[in-house]
């Protein structure tokens, strides 16, 4: 046998044996790119699950501050409401210890009159608005001690007493005499200089 014969006898016995292992080839790799496809989908899929469970923890978690916001202003409201309540519940003690002391103070105010605790309260710091004093000046303490730790407790109770009480008290009087401004906490710094120079100048005079 030629060495002709031998290469055609050795393509011819190769030959299908090479196409068949270009057939395998050919499906495994289609077979690979099949899984591969396959765990692609599968890591979208993850990726889409992790996202909606990142989502539903943001919105649990937007609820749960929503939650104690309203807690928080409920427990808030709650203790304005009790302050309020025990403020208005000790009023009516500390006007009539005013009231008894305007008897020896001021019996011009009392005498021969029935008043209610509240109207004596009113008409004394009216009236010691008339002879120059308020409730920062230096000298109502010294002049007028039965009535300075009173009237410096019913400040401390001012903000949260109720508006009826208030107003009963008069209001914008009584203000004006415990020194309570309120609307200044609200005004530029300039507008509260001024104010202040000018209560200092009402003073000095």
Same mark, same amino acid.
């Given at each position: 046998?030629?060495?002709?014969?031998?290469?055609?006898?050795?393509?011819?016995?190769?030959?299908?044996?090479?196409?068949?292992?270009?057939?395998?080839? =050919? =499906?495994?790799?289609?077979?690979?790119?099949?899984?591969? /496809?396959?765990? $692609?989908?599968?890591?979208?899929?993850? @990726?889409?699950?992790?996202?909606?469970?990142?989502?539903?923890? @943001?919105?649990? !978690? /937007?609820?749960?501050?929503?939650?104690?916001?309203?807690?928080?202003?409920?427990?808030?409201?709650?203790?304005?409401?009790?302050?309020? +309540?025990?403020?208005?519940?000790?009023?009516?003690?500390?006007?009539?210890?005013?009231?008894? @002391?305007?008897?020896?103070?001021?019996?011009?105010?009392?005498?021969?009159?029935? $008043?209610?605790?509240?109207?004596?309260?009113?008409?004394?710091? +009216?009236?010691?608005?008339?002879? %120059?004093?308020?409730?920062?000046?230096?000298?109502?303490?010294?002049?007028?001690?039965?009535?300075?730790?009173?009237?410096? /407790?019913?400040?401390?109770?001012?903000?949260?007493? %109720?508006?009826?009480?208030?107003?009963?008290?008069?209001?914008?009087?009584?203000?004006?005499?415990?020194?309570? /401004?309120? !609307? +200044?906490?609200?005004?530029?710094?300039?507008?509260?200089?001024?104010?202040?120079?000018?209560?200092?100048?009402? %003073?000095? +005079?």
């Amino acid at each position: 046998m030629t060495l002709n014969e031998v290469g055609d006898f050795l393509a011819g016995s190769f030959a299908p044996l090479a196409f068949i292992w270009l057939a395998f080839a =050919v =499906v495994l790799q289609s077979l690979e790119l099949s899984l591969q /496809r396959r765990e $692609l989908e599968l890591s979208r899929n993850v @990726a889409n699950e992790s996202k909606d469970a990142i989502r539903a923890q @943001a919105e649990e !978690a /937007r609820r749960s501050a929503d939650y104690f916001d309203v807690q928080t202003k409920l427990m808030e409201a709650q203790k304005d409401r009790e302050e309020r +309540e025990e403020a208005n519940d000790e009023l009516p003690g500390l006007c009539v210890q005013i009231r008894e @002391a305007a008897k020896n103070a001021f019996p011009v105010i009392t005498a021969g009159r029935s $008043l209610h605790e509240y109207d004596v309260v009113r008409e004394v710091a +009216e009236h010691l608005l008339t002879l %120059g004093y308020d409730l920062e000046g230096p000298a109502f303490p010294q002049d007028y001690p039965d009535f300075s730790d009173k009237f410096v /407790r019913l400040r401390e109770l001012w903000p949260v007493l %109720g508006q009826s009480a208030k107003i009963h008290l008069g209001m914008f009087q009584m203000e004006e005499f415990l020194c309570y /401004r309120e !609307a +200044e906490r609200n005004r530029p710094d300039g507008d509260k200089s001024e104010t202040s120079s000018q209560s200092s100048g009402m %003073g000095a +005079e």
